[in-house]
């Protein structure tokens, strides 16, 4: 069975930067879909960045040029770096794995707060 263990998250203030990991476990993380989902309370979980196996990047509109999505198939790992981070950016950041099938497996988040 797959599991995404995730690190990083924690208070930062507003302006300020964070890097997220989600390390995944399976024999073929190299031909999975990676992506990054955040929740806020009374919100709905929405894509906040996701990378194919090719490589190929995709983002929200609201974290487009301050967030980065990377991949590191050596280290089953992707990454989340946050850059000039606001309030509005805390939720709950949970990291997605879809394999060539379709089958989507979820980390178990991890909190980001940005105090202002």
């Known amino acids: 069975q797959v599991q995404l263990v995730e690190s990083g998250g924690g208070l930062v203030q507003a302006g300020g930067s964070l890097r997220l990991s989600c390390v995944a476990s399976?024999?073929?993380?190299?031909?999975?879909?990676m992506g990054w989902y955040r929740q806020a309370p009374g919100n709905q979980r929405e894509l906040v960045a996701e990378?194919?196996?090719?490589?190929?990047?995709n983002y929200g509109d609201s974290v487009k040029g301050r967030f980065a999505i990377s991949r590191d198939n050596a280290k089953n790992t992707v990454y989340l770096q946050m850059n000039s981070l606001a309030p509005e950016d805390t939720a709950v950041y949970y990291c997605r794995q879809r394999t060539l099938f379709s089958v989507n497996y979820w980390g178990q988040g991890t909190q980001v707060t940005v105090s202002s």
């Open positions: 399976g024999r073929a993380f190299s031909m999975t879909t």
């Open positions: 990378i194919t196996s090719g490589g190929s990047t």
